[in-house]
């Protein structure tokens, strides 16, 4: 359950930081609700996760996955130019969370 729960923040962390761009330094109504209640359903998800996943691998998978989907989000949509390389690199960092996740010796708890 906890890597569930850490996968949810991580989607989150992209919301968020999506969110706090287009709000517009916070002016903007609707995208700064979003960031406030995104943040915060990230940090206290992150924070539970915590719990049954050592700190250095559960921060590494909740910050690796947000850039990604950050990164891949806007490629997608026009915000940010695509390249081969960086899909490649971006794949990458898919690819050592899924490390993470496969030599996560940790409790049984772990989903």
């Not at 930081?17 to 700064?32: E, F, I, Q």
């Not at 690199?89 to 049984?108: E, P, Q, R, W, Y």
């Amino acid at each position: 359950m906890h890597w569930i729960i850490l996968l949810v923040s991580a989607v989150l962390e992209a919301v968020w930081a999506t969110a706090l761009s287009l709000s517009d330094g916070l002016s903007n109504p609707l995208p700064t609700v979003v960031f406030c209640v995104a943040v915060t359903l990230s940090m206290l998800g992150l924070g539970y996760a915590m719990r049954g996943i050592p700190i250095g691998t559960a921060y590494a998978v909740w910050t690796g996955t947000g850039a990604a989907l950050t990164v891949g989000y806007a490629m997608l949509f026009g915000g940010e130019p695509a390249s081969a390389l960086k899909v490649l690199f971006l794949a990458g960092i898919i690819g050592c969370v899924i490390g993470l996740k496969l030599v996560d010796g940790g409790s049984s708890e772990n989903a």
